[in-house]
Nanobody, 120 residues
């Protein structure tokens, strides 16, 4: 069974940091593009960062540039380091993988999500 599982969410104060991790199992993800999306209460799921399988630099949403860093440790694991968190960053963060992954929230595989809550 193919699975993606996120970990590392939690509560942070504004200006603080959290580190999310995503681990895949059930298949090799080296040929997949992987990414992070998030969904705030009452809002649509939105793109945060995408890391291609080609080794190109990650692609970030404008609202996280300079604050978040995404990287892949290997074909099965991906990390999102989040700094200078703000209350607007609150939401459920999802790991995604697809042979073709864009900023649209469409993927072959999704994790169940991990909650990030930022207090002011």
């Amino acid at each position: 069974q193919v699975q993606l599982v996120e970990s590392g969410g939690g509560l942070a104060q504004a200006g603080g940091s959290l580190r999310l991790s995503c681990t895949g199992s059930g298949r090799t993800f080296t040929s997949y593009t992987m990414g992070w999306f998030r969904q705030a209460p009452g809002k649509a799921r939105e793109f945060v960062a995408i890391i291609s399988r080609s080794g190109a630099p990650p692609y970030y949403a404008d609202f996280v540039k300079g604050r978040f860093t995404a990287f892949r440790n290997n074909g099965q694991n991906m990390v999102l380091e989040m700094n200078n968190l703000q209350p607007d960053d609150t939401g459920v963060y999802y790991c995604a993988a697809a042979l073709t992954l864009t900023s649209d929230p469409v993927a072959d595989h999704w994790g169940p999500g991990t909650q990030v809550t930022v207090s002011s």
